[in-house]
């Protein structure tokens, strides 16, 4: 079984930095992409950021050069260092792995629970 755990939301005024981390455990393999998505309230989940295997990264638009992600690859956990916040980043925010479970076997997304990221004054 595996299990992707979210850290590091919280309330934060705008302007503030937050820094969300995610730990991927149990029965795996090999980890390729592992990312950040969010869902604001009313909205699909959209793709925040995410890191390949390889150290490709890609960035949503909006977020690019505010927002850092990186990975440990010994530790299979991957982080998002949030600066400059603004009300609009405000949404739960999922961790999000592609992972095989076994050698050469098939990769399966997997999603933590997600973490709360609220922005205000």
């Known amino acids: 079984q595996v299990q992707l755990v979210e850290s590091g939301g919280g309330l934060v005024q705008p302007g503030g930095s937050l820094r969300l981390s995610c730990a991927a455990s149990?029965?795996?393999?090999?980890?390729?992409?592992m990312g950040w998505y969010r869902q604001a309230p009313g909205k699909q989940r959209e793709l925040v950021a995410r890191k390949t295997s390889g150290g490709s990264t890609n960035y949503a638009d909006s977020v690019k050069g505010r927002f850092t992600i990186s990975r440990d690859y010994a530790k299979k956990t991957v982080s998002l260092q949030m600066n400059s916040l603004n009300p609009e980043n405000a949404a739960v925010y999922f961790c999000?792995?592609?992972?095989?479970?076994?050698?050469?076997?098939?990769?399966?997304?997997?999603w933590g629970q997600g973490t709360q990221v609220t922005v205000s004054s």
């Open positions: 149990g029965s795996i393999f090999s980890i390729n992409t």
């Open positions: 999000s792995a592609d992972i095989s479970t076994i050698l050469d076997g098939p990769r399966w997304d997997y």
